[in-house]
């Protein structure tokens, strides 16, 4: 028997509340193709006797899922070393991206399959978070693999004084200009357009859990792009840029 108590999730706890109270743990039930929505009433200890699942294992991993972690606002990311505020964007917000955005667009498809007749404008919300993905996917790569090692490049030979330094810049002004002028603002217009087909992510009242959680995932979303786009926008791009326009000088 389990003993232990965290976050209100125990055996007798029923998909459908654990996913209501904590949104993140959906994806621990669809791992394990485990109903949370309408259908997911029957307590755990039920459900992981039907499909032969170990409830202590099961429950740590929605534990696991369900911790919130948050980021201080007031962490002086202007005064980090480029080198590390570039790595700290590829590890936390493009891996937050490439785990939350296949797991968000299943959620979505799914949801707006069930539920499109009742709320019209869900079938724009589920084409425009396709575009955006679509876009973002190479989005990232452009960074990791020619932006992001070009400014560590460009850091290095500012901070060493290289005789080379000046042969080594290569206008870096033109492709980032192109990310925070073009694809950032169409990424900032999406989000904005996220906001108005949800209402501020603010479901209807009695609305299931699956809306519920599709909302949920919208906004953490949200979260995550404008503090995103925030570190490169204003913080990495226009550093980087002056060192470059410094070398050149």
């Known amino acids: 028997m389990i003993s232990s108590y965290k976050n209100g999730i ?86 937050y991206l490439r785990r939350s955005l296949p797991l968000i667009s299943a959620q979505l498809k799914k949801f707006v399959s069930e539920h499109l007749k009742k709320y019209p404008r869900l079938g724009e919300l589920e084409k425009i978070f396709a575009q955006m993905e679509t876009s973002l996917i190479p989005h990232l790569l452009q960074e990791e693999e020619v932006i992001f090692p070009y400014i560590r490049q460009i850091v290095h030979a500012y901070e060493s004084r290289e005789t080379y330094a000046s042969l080594l810049v290569r206008t870096l002004r033109k492709p980032v200009e ?38 949920s995932l919208l906004k953490e979303l949200d979260d995550d792009l404008v503090q995103h786009v925030y570190l490169e926008n204003e913080i990495l791009f226009p550093r980087a840029i002056a060192m470059e326009k410094e070398l050149l000088g």
């Open 178 to 215: 192109d990310i925070m002028h073009h694809e950032h603002k169409l990424l900032e217009k999406t989000i904005y357009k996220f906001r108005e087909l949800t209402d501020n992510y603010t479901p209807p009242e009695a609305s299931c859990t699956s809306h519920r959680l599709s909302f």
């Open 10 to 95: 125990t055996v007798d706890s029923s998909p459908a509340d654990i996913v209501k109270n904590h949104y993140r743990t959906a994806a621990i039930f669809v791992e394990h193709d485990i109903e949370y929505c309408c259908g997911g009433k029957w307590p755990l200890k039920l459900v992981c006797e039907t499909k032969g699942i170990d409830p202590g294992l099961l429950i740590e991993k929605l534990h696991s899922a369900s911790r919130t972690i948050s980021v201080p606002g007031t962490l002086p990311f202007e005064d980090w070393k480029t080198d590390f505020l570039a790595d700290y964007i590829v590890n936390v917000h493009h891996e």
